[in-house]
């Protein structure tokens, strides 16, 4: 079984100018941990999770270091969202994506989110955003392949 075959095609994406609270709001209201992050040409040029977002609600582990006690501050941790949310989020996404091509085995992208620690892959073709993957899209179809769920 290849990645192909599961792929979601129709994918929810965001753009390297999109903000902050943009970003936020398409993933809360379509219930997404993630979004790829495409150029205007269709290329993948990052990704933005959940978790990059929350990170940057709270101080770097530089910042951290230096005053401790500022990571405990939750007043300005409450006041920082508000002075990000109009910020692009190329200045929160990762840049470095692991993705896969629509002929990659269901079982082989499953080892790559298992030795990444994603939830989900981007597949691409020819440098171009062509899909998503999941881990549930991975685990129920080989569920459901191998073990006639």
Do not use: C, W
């Not at 005053?67 to 470095?96: C, D, R, T």
Request: aromatic letters at 8%.
């Amino acid at each position: 079984m290849r990645v192909k075959n599961v792929m979601s095609k129709n994918v929810l994406f965001a753009h390297p100018e999109t903000t902050y609270e943009e970003a936020a709001k398409l993933m809360y209201e379509n219930n997404l941990s993630g979004l790829p992050v495409i150029d205007n040409k269709g290329n993948l040029v990052g990704i933005i999770s959940e978790k990059d977002l929350f990170r940057a609600m709270y101080p770097n582990y530089e910042d951290f270091i230096a005053n401790p006690e500022e990571y405990f501050n939750h007043e300005e941790q409450e006041q920082k969202i508000l002075e990000i949310k109009n910020n692009p989020i190329s200045m929160y996404m990762s840049k470095k994506v692991v993705s896969i091509s629509p002929e990659t085995s269901l079982m082989a992208a499953g080892g790559i989110m298992l030795a990444h620690h994603l939830h989900r892959l981007p597949v691409v073709e020819d440098g171009k955003l062509v899909g998503i993957v999941s881990r549930e899209d991975i685990y129920k179809s080989i569920l459901k392949h191998y073990l006639n769920l």
